[in-house]
């Protein structure tokens, strides 16, 4: 599975931006997708996941209410709509992908055997 995520870029706090992974390769019925982001001199932290069969979502508390993740099953792609941006969702977001997914561990980053590359998200205030 190789993912290429696109999207990030420079937005003013309380504006909107959406990120989107696409995902080469083969899925499965217990096949997860998820973000996490880095933010410069911390550790990476969850933000949301998407079971890609159910399609049941996950989001950290801190997002919740105003990011929106979804997938484009047909094209093989995951989106994450964030609104409400401030600047402390400043970070590189990473998109990744894993196999054999349970609830316990779609918010977990060692579940996740798959990592695209980051985009970064910057956001102004």
């Known amino acids: 599975v190789q993912l290429q995520a696109s999207g990030g870029g420079l937005v003013q706090a309380g504006g909107s931006l959406t990120l989107s992974c696409e995902a080469s390769g083969r899925t499965s019925n217990s096949y997860g997708m998820g973000w996490f982001r880095q933010a410069p001199g911390k550790e990476r932290e969850f933000v949301a996941s998407?079971?890609?069969?159910?399609?049941?979502?996950y989001y950290s508390d801190s997002v919740k209410g105003r990011f929106v993740i979804s997938r484009d099953k047909a094209k093989n792609t995951m989106l994450l709509r964030m609104n409400g941006l401030t600047p402390e969702d400043t970070a590189v977001y990473y998109c990744?992908?894993?196999?054999?997914?349970?609830?316990?561990?779609?918010?977990?980053?060692?579940?996740?055997?798959?990592w695209g590359q980051g985009t970064l998200v910057t956001v102004s205030s």
């Open positions: 990744a992908a894993g196999f054999s997914m349970i609830t316990s561990t779609m918010r977990s980053d060692s579940a996740y055997g798959y």
């Open positions: 998407i079971r890609w069969s159910g399609g049941s979502t």
